[in-house]
């Protein structure tokens, strides 16, 4: 099953929640409309709210309450990207400027913020106190490994289980609490609740693993952002961490020297020793081994169509080359 397959068996969610997000977009304020539209019109790959669709009719979903529950997500994911963009002073994201680029940094932090707070206003037009206090806790445990990522940067000693802490946070406990507010709004019983939050945190964790391996092996058209800014940026994600660890003393040198002080200059180099020294092959292998545990985590999801897609979904996290 393709990803346009999982797609089709909940299209008419996805269109909803699409209308969604531009309604919710809608201010008087005229920069947080254009900002918005741009966001929106670059596209991207939309996997939050279809793991929130997928999950919500996985577990049972009866009336549209998951509609309103994916366009939030997707506004949270959104809010830290322009947040990122910021800080990573990135110039190019989904095949086209960054809205930073575009705008400015003001406008784009701004827009983040009001991004989160429309969030947290349709939270509360749930009605619902668990919903609330799991996006909290989520929200929170972002933006903290957000300033991890940011201590990390540049750190050459920076540890896999440090990475692992910064890409769960940063990325894995959205996927998370994506699945588990979908089980919420669909009255799911606790262990069906439970299994679809670890289903998504091991989502979550296989997607940026391979994200961030793509990094070094992906091509720029495909992927819409530039190869290598991990890299030029400092940042020790897992390839370059084993690459540092398993290379000789010449490898080393220099991928440290790449992470202090950012490696642009050194970039071809440097991918030709995070290639032989095996770190693209680990990472994957850390990833094929979240995604079947996020797998797993399904055995106690009841057997559907959407179980299967979700399923597929962990396969398609891994397999990607975009």
């Given at each position: 099953m393709q990803l346009k397959d999982i797609r089709a068996l909940v299209a008419d969610d996805l269109a909803a929640v699409d209308v969604e997000i531009r309604g919710q977009l809608a201010s008087d304020v005229a920069l947080v409309n254009q900002v918005g539209d741009y966001i929106v019109g670059s596209g991207g790959k939309r996997l939050r709210p279809l793991l929130v669709v997928l999950a919500a009719r996985a577990a049972g979903a009866k009336n549209a309450a998951h509609i309103s529950a994916a366009a939030l997500i997707e506004f949270i994911h959104t809010a830290?990207?322009?947040?990122?963009?910021?800080?990573?002073?990135?110039?190019?994201?989904?095949?086209?400027?960054?809205?930073?680029?575009?705008?400015?940094?003001?406008?784009?932090?701004?827009?983040?913020?009001?991004?989160?707070?429309?969030?947290?206003?349709?939270?509360?037009?749930?009605?619902?106190?668990?919903?609330?206090?799991?996006m909290a806790d989520a929200t929170n445990t972002i933006a903290a490994g957000e300033v991890m990522q940011l201590m990390n940067s540049g750190d050459a000693d920076t540890t896999e289980v440090r990475y692992l802490e910064v890409i769960y946070r940063k990325t894995a406990r959205l996927f998370e609490a994506g699945?588990?507010?979908?089980?919420?709004?669909?009255?799911?019983?606790?262990?069906?609740?439970?299994?679809?939050?670890?289903?998504?945190?091991?989502?979550?964790?296989?997607?940026?693993?391979?994200?961030?391996?793509?990094?070094?092996?992906?091509?720029?058209?495909?992927?819409?952002?530039?190869?290598?800014?991990?890299?030029?940026?400092?940042?020790?994600?897992?390839?370059?961490?084993?690459?540092?660890?398993?290379?000789?003393?010449?490898?080393?040198?220099?991928?440290?020297?790449?992470?202090?002080?950012?490696?642009?200059?050194?970039?071809?180099?440097?991918?030709?020793?995070?290639?032989?020294?095996?770190?693209?092959?680990?990472?994957?292998?850390?990833?094929?081994?979240?995604a079947a545990r996020a797998r797993k985590a399904l055995d106690e999801v009841p057997a559907s169509p959407f179980r299967d897609a979700l399923a597929?979904?962990?396969r398609f996290a891994v397999s990607r080359t975009s």
């Amino acid at each position: 099953m393709q990803l346009k397959d999982i797609r089709a068996l909940v299209a008419d969610d996805l269109a909803a929640v699409d209308v969604e997000i531009r309604g919710q977009l809608a201010s008087d304020v005229a920069l947080v409309n254009q900002v918005g539209d741009y966001i929106v019109g670059s596209g991207g790959k939309r996997l939050r709210p279809l793991l929130v669709v997928l999950a919500a009719r996985a577990a049972g979903a009866k009336n549209a309450a998951h509609i309103s529950a994916a366009a939030l997500i997707e506004f949270i994911h959104t809010a830290t990207l322009l947040h990122d963009d910021v800080v990573d002073d990135s110039s190019r994201r989904r095949g086209r400027e960054t809205a930073n680029e575009a705008y400015g940094n003001p406008a784009s932090v701004l827009v983040g913020d009001f991004l989160y707070s429309r969030a947290f206003q349709m939270m509360a037009k749930l009605d619902s106190a668990p919903v609330i206090r799991v996006m909290a806790d989520a929200t929170n445990t972002i933006a903290a490994g957000e300033v991890m990522q940011l201590m990390n940067s540049g750190d050459a000693d920076t540890t896999e289980v440090r990475y692992l802490e910064v890409i769960y946070r940063k990325t894995a406990r959205l996927f998370e609490a994506g699945a588990q507010i979908a089980a919420i709004v669909a009255k799911a019983p606790a262990a069906v609740e439970s299994a679809l939050a670890r289903y998504g945190k091991h989502l979550g964790i296989a997607f940026q693993l391979i994200d961030d391996a793509l990094d070094y092996r992906g091509d720029s058209e495909s992927l819409g952002k530039n190869i290598g800014d991990d890299l030029a940026e400092g940042k020790p994600t897992l390839p370059l961490i084993h690459a540092l660890k398993h290379g000789d003393a010449g490898a080393a040198a220099m991928i440290r020297a790449a992470i202090e002080n950012g490696g642009a200059e050194d970039q071809g180099p440097i991918l030709a020793l995070v290639a032989n020294s095996g770190g693209l092959e680990y990472t994957a292998r850390l990833a094929e081994g979240e995604a079947a545990r996020a797998r797993k985590a399904l055995d106690e999801v009841p057997a559907s169509p959407f179980r299967d897609a979700l399923a597929e979904l962990a396969r398609f996290a891994v397999s990607r080359t975009s």
